[in-house]
């Protein structure tokens, strides 16, 4: 019987010409002769590809990591390195109830049971179990803190480098080879076993065929930095500033979909809200509006409830005219943002010092930040008038009533100097991609296993659903990349 898989098998020439146009989504089928051969070959050396290899070589298993830039790291090096695990022994010691349930519970609510919650329950489990291991060869959280989608802190913040310096450390010791400046391009296809078998790598311009004996592990990350996919997507999203890790392009999940892999979540792709203009890390976003500020549009109106998830912000700002939008407010809201969020000192400490960042424009007066950032003043001053007359008084059309999702009560903008920051959202994640099921087999579109190929991080799908908790997505990485090497042990041990 012939697979649909199956249906190339023996055209070497057709395969061969599919790659060389490069464009063809079709099975590239394995060479007469692989160049190298390993037991398990790992798509990107991030932390969930690193983490994969690290215990995958552990085992014994003949590892390779691939990774097309120059370092390791990907997002997971440039994160915020908050990783959620629910029951900790750091959480016990700050007198934090926290439990497995619980963290599922506040992950099924927050992704409005989108999400699968096998999924879900495995991610919870190997979250934990990886937390454990690393916690005990010394890579430790400085703290515990509550985040988005949390019932009760567990955003357990680790630096981020220091996590993925230890897993590229400890794969190399153990034997896993990982090569630098080696882009995965296809999937390599054995037409007689109907199961991935390798992989097609440009190194220095030469292109290498890898055989994979029991397994590909796609952990190439998501695709924030391909605005043809997040044109297709999540449109709005195309005019996003990027964040990101360099190389999260959706190479992975382009190449599975050549074999017909499913994929989820892709319809919840949402940038961030409240980074200065071309911002190029975390520390460039503040959440002012939940302090207090306003958020108009080129014609100095205001659009949007600002206590809304800065998820919404950035949809509904995005989709002004431009795609421009801006952060109005007064000294009262700065200092309260400064001192509920630290690293907001950065961004507005200096006007205490009587400058002005080079990213806000200050006046004494609405009309004089208005001014200086190229609003029409008269109608700024309007809005500002109009939203301090009813706000405040609960009767904002918007719908304003609190500062943020139902806390606190909007204020006034009053005291100077008022300030204007032309704002954006950013992309710094996708938190969607394949469909796979709890052994992290990729799943195609008619619920059948791809054998052969498994995803981890960020690539995959079925986690999240509709919105994502703090920690889930540099968490999910290393738990799947854990659960991945088990899975590569076991196949290579049937
Ligand atoms: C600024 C920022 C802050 C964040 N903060 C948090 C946080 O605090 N907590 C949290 O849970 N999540 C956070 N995230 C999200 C989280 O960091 C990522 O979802 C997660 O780390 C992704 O891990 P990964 O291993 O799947 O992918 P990555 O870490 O992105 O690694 C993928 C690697 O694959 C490589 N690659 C891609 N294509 C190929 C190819 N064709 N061939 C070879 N190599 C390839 C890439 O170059 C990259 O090195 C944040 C993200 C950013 C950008």
Known sequence: MTSRRNFLAGSAAAAAAAFAGNANAVPVMKPAKFDETFDFVVVGAGGAGLCAAAHAAENGVKTA?????????????????????????????????????KFFADMMKTGQNMNDPELVKTFINYSKKEYQWITKQGVKPSTVSIASGMSV???????????????????????????????????????????????????????????ARFGVLLANGGFSRNPVLLGKYAPPMRYAA???????????????????????????????????????????????????????????????????SYKLLGDEALSQPEHASFLVFDNAIRKKQMADRPIDQELWGCIDQG?????AYIGNTIEEAAQKAGLDPKTLAATVAEYNKLAPAGKDPLGRTSMSSGYGKPVALTE???????????????????????????????GEKIKGLYAAGEVVGGVHGAAYMTGTAFGKAIAFGRLASEVVAQERGK
């Open 153 to 211: 802190p567990r955003a357990h913040r680790f630096n981020p480098q220091k996590v993925v310096e230890f897993y590229l450390d400890y794969a190399e010791k153990k034997g896993a080879n990982v090569r630098f400046n080696a882009k995965v391009e296809r999937l390599l296809w054995d037409g007689q076993k109907e199961r991935i078998c390798g992989v097609k790598v440009t190194v220095d311009g030469k292109v290498k065929n890898i055989q």
């Open 355 to 359: 400058k002005q960042p080079e990213f």
């Open 65 to 101: 990591v691939f990774e097309k830039m120059g370092i390791a790291g990907g997002s997971s090096a440039l994160c915020g390195g908050a990783w959620s695990v629910g029951g900790s022994d750091m959480q016990k010691s700050k007198g934090i109830e926290d439990s497995d349930e």
């Open 416 to 446: 100077p100097p008022f300030v204007v920051m032309p704002a954006t959202a950013a992309m710094i994640g996708t938190y969607c991609g394949v469909k796979i099921d709890s052994k992290l087999h990729v799943i195609d579109v008619f």
């Open 242 to 308: 990027v964040i990101a890790g360099a190389g999260t392009a959706g190479d992975g999940m382009l190449m599975a979909q050549a074999y017909g892999a499913d994929v989820l979540d892709t319809n919840y792709v949402k940038a961030s809200y409240g980074f200065k203009l071309n911002p190029t890390t975390i520390r460039h976003m503040t959440t002012i509006y939940y302090a207090g500020a306003i958020i108009v549009n080129k014609a100095a109106k205001r659009f949007v409830n600002e206590s809304l």
